[in-house]
């Protein structure tokens, strides 16, 4: 099976409404594997909720996750974390453990307790790390890494874990400009290598426009707008968007549009 076989998540009038607060509503909206998409909002718009609800951490009140055309509720716990993998906001502490050791306990879903990694196991750990540019620092302690050296361990991980699609909630927080931009591009070439599916939580609206397929807008728990980053990129989306006046200009070197707040 390669990534093109599955073909990603379809989100249909998804809801969660714990105690009755509707966090999400109405939400429609496909995840398909061979893209990047980019989840956008402001701070409580309900982008790490949609992500919970991909990843099966939270049950949907009502409407449906689907993954490869089934409830993704549905699968089986380690069929489906074969084929998907989430990374949190908050990571768990690894201070303690190496690069190669982080790594290898995304090999989990497919050696089960207890048992040795199999060649494959080795195999595809191998891989990550060289696809994250990982495999220089495999054997130091995590603790002891820079944070962009730290996000590349962790989606070493997850790509060592799941075959079809990441879900990322802010892999680039905490890191500066430069190494927000070197995560995406590693993604943008991961994606594109190895086809599989990639949806991510990110605030910085011109990482998110210059990297990703499609950007998703989310505020007050509803999707405002969901298009290709030249739909998403104008004042008009924006400003509804993040309520506060923001242009839009086309990059000299490249066309692209670049968000800003006005004046
Ligand atoms: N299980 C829950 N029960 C009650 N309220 C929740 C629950 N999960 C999230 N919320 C609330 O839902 C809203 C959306 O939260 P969420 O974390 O999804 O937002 P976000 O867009 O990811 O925000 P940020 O950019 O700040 O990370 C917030 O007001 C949050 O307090």
């Keep these: 099976m390669n990534a093109h076989s599955l073909t990603g998540f379809e989100v249909e009038n998804l809801e969660f409404r714990p105690n009755g607060r509707a966090i999400l509503s109405d939400l429609n909206a496909s995840f398909n594997c061979g893209r990047i998409y980019g989840i956008i909002g402001p701070n409580g718009a309900g982008?790490?909720?949609?992500?919970?609800l991909l990843a099966r951490h939270l049950r949907p009140t009502a409407g449906k996750v689907r993954f490869a055309g089934d409830d993704a509720n549905?699968?089986?716990g380690r069929a489906f974390a074969r084929e998907v993998a989430y990374?949190?906001?908050?990571l768990p502490t690894a201070e303690h453990q190496t690069v190669r050791e982080l790594v290898a306990l995304g090999r989990y879903p497919w050696h089960g307790p207890f048992r040795k990694l199999s060649t494959e196991d080795r195999n595809a750990v191998d891989t990550a790390l060289d696809e994250t540019g990982s495999r220089e620092h495999e054997n130091r302690l995590v603790g002891t890494l820079s944070g962009g050296e730290r996000q590349r361990a962790w989606i070493a991980m997850v790509l060592a874990q799941a075959r079809h699609f990441l879900l990322l909630d802010e892999p680039t927080s905490a890191l500066d400009l430069a190494h927000q931009a070197r995560i995406l591009a590693l993604l943008r070439d991961i994606v594109d290598r190895r086809g599989i599916g990639v949806a991510l939580i990110v605030h910085d609206l011109?990482?998110?426009?210059?990297?990703?397929?499609?950007i998703l807008a989310l505020r007050d728990g509803r999707l405002i707008a969901s298009d290709a980053p030249s739909q998403i990129m104008t004042p008009k989306v924006l400003t509804?968007?993040?309520d506060i006046p923001m242009e839009v200009f086309a990059h000299p070197a490249d066309g692209r549009p670049v968000g800003y707040i006005a004046s």
């Design 240 to 242: 509804d968007l993040y």
């Design 87 to 90: 990374l949190p906001q908050s």
């Design 47 to 52: 982008k790490s909720t949609l992500m919970k």
């Design 74 to 76: 549905g699968w089986n």
């Design 206 to 214: 011109n990482i998110a426009a210059q990297f990703c397929d499609r």
